[in-house]
């Protein structure tokens, strides 16, 4: 009787404790029902990318000298599916929030268009075919094996969100919602609208291989449509509507690397020979803000020669040796870092807009005079760096825009180049990638057979989690190859 008596009682003792341990495991401050504002906040902490990141090594801006840290070899392989697909999950949480919410989530709603077409569009970029009908369904359908669905058709779908996206805003402006949690534009709907659009034409202008071949996408008449009508389609043509991030003063740390004094001694990190030749070439003004005279070119009259870039092909041992010479140019954070705010991180610029026009107007797929875009792209581009109108006017007088041939379309991209420098993420090594423009250096540091890879191959997970369509998808795509040479259906 004793003994069951103990029993009882250290039965009745241990689920005490579990109980008391489960309380104790629970968060009272943990947000387990989260408002679609909060939603929002993560969503743009995913939505951009940063600047002086090894992307911008691959898009040749700059070089790493030192083999302790990643060079510039091209030797990526696989990819990951993480900041996409962990995005779509959130989007698909702030719908489900805002639909409850009724009229007062309608902007939310809007919103997540956008979004699913910024992640989707991004994803499929970046590897080729992806999951996108049947994604996002685990929770509430249970299906964890979500079929791929071809690139064509994800830009079909990504499209029509931004028509409808930019359909449903002029209701919305109208009404005036307070709008929480949009720390990029500060809940201003007339400035989303413009990126919607502007995010539409960047869609469209990498579509150019596949412009005369999909008519289920009318990418010439889309492009049309929208440059053509500027009272439906308003767009990002000056630098005060730019989609960038602006640095709080409280946490500087993300202005990477957040000790400027560091910075200004560290020869590791130099300017790229790509940027850098073509800058001294025309004389460009940019070159003068962005970097820093390298130190054994410092005595040359001609004040453009004084500047040199690191060649990505080169041996980090190299650059290195180059650099111990102060024949390269280091960073001038003094313009980078100016302020505790540091400079705007751009994400799609009004540059970026003004380029993708000219470039459309070369091609014959828009009426209009490419020069004009021309030149207001570069304008845009070096008003962002505060340079005088009247060095602007100079350097565009004296690379003018040679007309609508394919020498024309070289300057376009040449310039467009020039003003991704160190914004928009991927965009410079997109743009190269889908039209050879400017020619990217490979020499003997390169990791890919001398040449500059033009997809990540699938996460590895999802040859363990999703095989059977991974592999479907792969057969159709590349004949069952899985590489970061595989020519995706988007370039060839």
């Known amino acids: 009787m004793k003994k069951i008596k103990y029993i009882l009682l250290s039965l009745g003792l241990g689920l005490g404790s579990c109980q008391e341990i489960d309380s104790l495991q629970k968060d009272p401050g943990a947000i387990t029902n989260p408002s679609a504002d909060l939603i929002l906040t993560g969503i743009l902490a995913n939505a951009w990318d940063a600047p002086w990141s090894a992307d911008h090594r691959h898009n040749q801006f700059m070089t790493q000298n030192e083999a302790y840290y990643d060079g510039q070899a091209y030797g990526w392989t696989t990819g990951s599916y993480d900041v996409f697909y962990t995005s779509l999950r959130n989007v698909a949480r702030m719908e489900t929030v805002a639909t409850q919410a009724g009229d007062v989530g309608a902007h939310y709603l809007t919103l997540a268009k956008f979004f699913k077409a910024y992640f989707y569009s991004r994803a499929t970029e970046m590897f080729g075919d992806v999951p996108m009908s049947e994604a996002i369904r685990g929770v509430s359908e249970g299906n964890f094996k979500p079929k791929y669905d071809s690139q064509k058709d994800i830009y079909v779908q990504v499209l029509k969100w931004l028509e409808e996206a930019n359909a449903e805003m002029p209701a919305l402006i109208a009404r005036k919602p307070a709008i929480s949690g949009d720390y990029l534009y500060e809940g201003d709907l007339v400035k989303w609208r413009k990126l919607i659009n ?13 412009a005369d071949d999909t008519p289920e996408l009318n990418v010439k008449q889309q492009f049309a449509a929208i440059v053509n009508d500027p009272a439906k389609y308003p767009l990002i043509t000056t630098n005060a509507d730019n989609f960038r991030v602006v640095y709080n003063t409280v946490n500087t740390y993300p202005l990477w690397p957040s000790n400027g004094v560091v910075v200004k001694n560290d020869k590791r990190n130099t300017l790229g020979a790509t940027f850098a030749d073509i800058a001294r070439a025309t004389r460009d003004p940019r070159l003068l803000v962005v970097a820093l005279p390298a130190d054994a070119l410092k005595g040359n009259q001609d004040q453009y020669q ?29 313009f980078w870092e100016a302020s505790a705010a540091g400079v705007p991180a751009v994400q799609l610029g009004a540059h970026e807009v003004h380029f993708s026009i000219a470039e459309a107007i070369n091609r014959g797929w828009v009426t209009g005079n490419a020069a004009d875009y021309y030149a207001k792209g570069i304008t845009e581009s070096m008003k962002f760096y505060n340079i005088a109108q009247q060095e602007i006017d100079k350097f565009i007088a004296a690379n003018p825009y040679p007309g609508n041939t394919e020498k024309g379309l070289q300057k376009i991209l040449e310039q467009k180049y020039m003003a991704f420098f160190e914004n928009s993420g991927r965009q410079a090594y997109y743009n190269f990638r889908r039209t050879g423009i400017p020619v990217f250096d490979i020499g003997q540091s390169n990791a890919n ?35 970061q040479n595989s020519v995706m259906w988007l370039i060839r």
């Open 306 to 334: 004084r500047y040199g870039g690191g060649k990505t092909g080169d041996l980090q041992s190299t650059l290195l040796e180059q650099a111990g010479k102060g024949l390269l140019s280091m960073i001038n954070f003094d």
């Open 449 to 483: 057979n001398n040449q500059i890879p033009i997809r990540w191959a699938y996460p590895t997970s999802e040859y363990t989690t999703n095989e059977a369509n991974l592999k479907a998808s792969l057969k159709t795509q590349f004949n069952g190859a899985d590489t």
């Open 198 to 210: 502007s995010y539409r034409l960047r869609v469209l202008i990498s579509l150019s291989k596949r």
